[in-house]
């Protein structure tokens, strides 16, 4: 696509400087938010408009970019009423840069199809201040054609642009390091909780510990929280939740279960339940310290 108008719907802290970004770059944008002010900051910045509806954002725009919080959420923009659906046009694509489930990105993606429309599916790595910069770590997925079409836009957007399969598989890849981290950190998070209720130096069980196999960031960010008292992750236990709740859900739309990831997500659940759900997930240590049988 040669100077395609671009549609984004969701300006939270990492959409609108994603949007930013576009905006240096000179693309022509159509945008919509449920935060006004959030809008009125866009298009302050010239080439922007505020679309009405999905529908009229959708009609309008060539290339259409979602960085929304939930497969719910998407799931009423693409089909609600003047929803994406209803107003796409053909040849048109659809980029979630979101953390979805696959099986709906699946779904939506053979909907879109139907109109003659493709869709990407490509959740992010790094952090707001890197896509302010076209520097994120953008894993996509989805038919090549339609990859290679909107590749350049991505480029713009991302230092690092991989292309992991057929669509759906960002999505999955994305769950999958989530499990992994959030595991990872829920574990070490326990072991630093396990040391303070015994007595244990926490500061000499890391030194143990990170002089192993077992030493990794993760590690690093859990013991600054046990030990030191910093809260550095910045990943709320809310996000984590989500993401857990999807990568079981991903694991049961395959056939099978994860115990692991159900029982991270339990520990999850209950201190989001306990109220802990603006804290990053290293902080659910005081959690596991309070914690009585």
Known sequence: MKNPTIGFIGLGLMGANMVEN??????????????????????ARGNAKEAASPKELAENSDIIMFCLTTSAVVEKIVYGENGILAGIKEGSVLIDFGTSIPASTQKIGKDLAAKGAGMIDAPLGRTPAHAKDGLLNIMAAGDKDTFEKVKPILDQQGEHVFHLGPLGAGHTTKLINNFMGMTTVVAMSQAFAAAKLAGVDGQQLFDIMSSGPSNSPFMKFCKNYA???????????????????????????????????????????????????????????????????
């Open 227 to 293: 030990v030191d008292n910093v809260s550095d992750l910045g990943f709320s236990i809310a996000n984590a939740n989500k993401d857990l709740g999807y990568f079981v859900q991903m694991m049961d739309d395959l056939g099978t279960e994860s115990k692991v990831a159900s029982a991270t997500s339990a520990s999850l659940q209950a201190a989001f339940d306990d109220g802990m759900a603006s804290a990053n997930v290293p902080e659910i240590f005081d959690y596991f310290v309070k914690l009585k049988k």
């Open 22 to 43: 576009l905006q240096k770059r000179g693309f022509q944008l159509n945008v919509m938010d449920l935060n006004k002010d959030a809008v009125a900051t866009v298009i």
